[in-house]
């Protein structure tokens, strides 16, 4: 078996379906000249690999296989399962999911159109993954799997067809056991929705006004594992036919849907599809690069790369010059071990005839293609690097953004914004963050931030106590631990749970704040086009960009302001550091430090402006790992990488248009 390429590699995306065969060894042998190694193949072939039921059709793929082999390309394989065919979903209708936002369901001819309850469609599923397992399991230049292509994309998490309902009905069972514990935990009686019969439990579909959170959350939940134990079903099968070959599968950007690290669990290696341009800017893309780290601890792959323009944004501008470069270096900065660019060439046919691939439409290399020549290059000058553990870890959980998601209470409250910018705040002066699981070891960590733990954990308790007492600093946020696994609200003052004790303090009143724009505020960040709400980026200045010293002002007013929530303390134990100065609540207490052992837990009851106030930056002692630059102005990032004697060593990400010449001392 041909071994994957030492890392980090390159890869990309190849269709031999959308090319004629002629084409097949010209483009391998271009990609290998871009320094591709691996290429992807097959997400989206059902219909070419079994045209009708039953009669699978391998000959064209067998040569395309060959092909690549011969010019020095190795192959991830995926199974198909994204498109299921026309034959199929006419033969099948209830296949097509039925949608929990609209109702209607899905119609043939598109992708991700399948409900994965359906048992027609695991069933098919696991026929043509037990096909192409078969005939490719041990094929010496496969050397890896893929599954499926990107669960959950254009919002198909959730299907609210009868088969979701009678498995959900199933799967409250499982969790309950009784009826009388699945009344209690949702608080039925609210609105008399007491269920006396399993069956009676109805899915969130359109209705009149909205459903009980105790039911929307299960739904996530169940809606995320259905997918997980479709993934998992496919992986068992995979497993039996490909040896020790990794499994992966591609996660999305900004995509919380799916509770990624139950995927993570089943899969040997976490992939992404690393598209910059539905992001704000390089902050954010760091982010969602260290998220994904944080999945399994561990380094990943990025198995789509954007290689110019996309076609799904409102304007798809180009990536300019240089651009495609930075993203690929700026990943393996952040412990990505293979970048395979999306795609082979921009299509000729079908739904994304309007996005770049590294050769042009006409065959002929387009700027993404010379550049991938050149980070192939950089690649043989630059030595192994590793990342080394963060000073600084952000708490995530999906289902503490799930709970938000569902009851906002304010429209522009957004945990992923608040996660966001509390990575900013580090991003900014270069402090290198991890990502983790709310349960994670926190060893060896100087800070530790959680934000808005919605949910009571009062095992979790337990652990922060234990690292707070061997010296850590432990950072909660607003809306903490208020909201029962059910989503009924605690009778216990805030935060419940045992949470209070260990940061001493309970909150005494919450407000939520209406958003004003323009007072000096981020804007929102969930406009696809908001790439220019950042520091640098490839179409703006970023000398123009006020209030975002580099190096000096480290970005914190000496008054702090406050938006969209403010809770006032009531301190036990701990000291108050943070007072309002105005609103009928002035003088009540923002935020609190209470000692325990070695270290100590903070508790910040307002979203500060910066979210972290000077006061919590200088009693966390972050000032000492801000990595400054004598490029001022232009290299907008820096990552600090261990080489493989253990030296360190600096990579200087440019995400400006500027070309930067570097003082000798630092090449
Ligand atoms: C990804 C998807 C690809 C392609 C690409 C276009 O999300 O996995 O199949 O659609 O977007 O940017």
Redesign the pocket.
């Known amino acids: 078996m041909t071994a994957l390429p030492k890392t980090p590699f390159l890869g990309v995306?190849y269709y031999p379906e959308h090319w004629p065969e002629e084409r097949w060894k010209i483009d391998a042998d271009l990609l290998h000249e871009a320094g591709v190694d691996v290429a992807r193949m097959m997400?989206?072939a059902w219909d070419k690999l079994e045209p009708e039921s039953g009669e699978f059709d391998f000959a064209w793929m067998d040569k395309a296989l060959t092909i690549f082999q011969e010019a020095g390309i190795s192959v991830v394989l995926c199974t198909p399962t994204p498109t299921p065919p026309p034959w199929l979903t006419s033969q099948y209708p209830d296949i097509l999911r039925v949608d929990d936002k609209t109702g209607q369901r899905a119609v043939a001819g598109s992708r991700r159109h399948a409900c994965c309850n359906v048992p027609a469609y695991r069933d098919f599923s696991a026929k043509i993954v037990k096909a192409v397992a078969e005939r490719y399991g041990d094929h010496p230049n496969v050397v890896a799997w893929q599954i499926d292509?990107?669960f959950g994309?254009h919002g198909t998490v959730r299907c609210v067809c009868d088969y979701c309902r009678a498995e959900f009905q199933k799967w409250c069972e499982r969790k309950y056991k009784t009826l009388d514990a699945l009344n209690a935990a949702w608080g039925t009686q609210f609105w008399s929705a007491t269920y006396h019969k399993w069956s009676e439990i109805p899915v969130p579909a359109p209705t009149s006004a909205s459903h009980n959170p105790g039911l929307l959350l299960d739904y996530r939940r169940f809606s995320s594992d259905s997918w997980v134990s479709y993934q998992k079903m496919q992986i068992d099968l995979l497993r039996q036919y490909i040896g020790e070959r990794p499994i992966t599968h591609?996660f999305?950007l900004r995509f919380f849907d799916l509770n990624y690290r139950d995927f993570a669990a089943d899969l040997d290696i976490v992939s992404y599809?690393n598209?910059p341009h539905g992001m704000s800017g390089p902050s954010e893309c760091a982010f969602n690069l260290d998220l994904m780290r944080g999945l399994k601890r561990k380094n990943f792959w990025i198995i789509?790369q954007?290689t110019g323009h996309?076609?799904?944004t409102p304007f798809n501008p180009p990536a300019p010059p240089g651009q495609v470069r930075t993203w690929t270096h700026q990943a393996f900065a952040h412990g990505v071990d293979a970048v395979f660019y999306?795609?082979e060439r921009a299509v000729n046919i079908g739904q994304?005839q309007y996005?770049a691939g590294l050769l042009k439409h006409d065959g002929t290399p387009d700027r993404g293609w010379h550049e991938s020549k050149q980070v192939k290059a950089d690649l043989a000058e630059r030595p192994a690097l590793t990342r080394p553990q963060a000073p600084v870890a952000i708490l995530w959980d999906y289902e503490d953004l799930w709970t938000f998601e569902l009851e906002p209470h304010n429209s522009a409250f957004s945990y992923y914004r608040e996660a966001l910018d509390l990575y900013r705040t580090c991003w900014d002066q270069n402090i290198p963050v991890d990502i983790l699981a709310r349960d994670a070891d926190l060893t060896g960590y100087e800070t530790v931030f959680v934000p808005s733990p919605a949910l009571i954990d009062e095992a979790q308790v337990q652990k922060w106590r234990s690292y707070v007492e061997a010296g850590g600093n432990l950072v909660v946020l607003f809306r903490a631990f208020f909201k029962n696994p059910g989503s009924t609200w605690s009778d216990q003052p805030m935060p419940a749970g045992g949470l209070s004790d260990l940061l001493g303090m309970t909150v005494d009143e919450f407000l939520s704040i209406p958003l004003v724009p323009n007072v000096g505020l981020r804007p929102p960040i969930d406009k696809a086009d908001d790439w220019n709400d950042d520091r640098g980026s490839h179409v703006n200045d970023v000398s123009a960009r006020p209030g975002i010293g580099f190096g000096e002002n480290f970005g914190l007013p000496t008054k702090t302001r406050y938006q969209l929530w403010a809770e006032v303390l009531k301190p036990t134990t701990a000291t108050a550091i943070l007072r309002y100065s105005d609103g009928y609540y002035k003088d009540g207490v923002a935020a609190t430090a209470n000692k325990v052992g070695q270290g100590t837990a903070y508790y910040l009851g307002c979203w500060c402006d910066p979210i972290l106030p000077r006061v919590l930056w200088q009693a966390l002692g972050l000032q000492k790992h801000v990595v400054t630059s004598d490029v001022r102005g232009a290299v907008t990032e820096i990552v600090k990488l261990v080489d493989e004697t253990g030296q360190n060593v600096d990579v200087l990400l440019n995400h400006t248009k500027h070309t930067v010449t570097l003082p000798e001392t630092s090449k």
Request: charged letters at 30%; glycine letters at 0%.
């Open positions: 995306a997400e989206f292509n990107e994309c591609n999305m599809d598209y789509e954007q996309v076609n799904w999306f795609r994304e996005h």
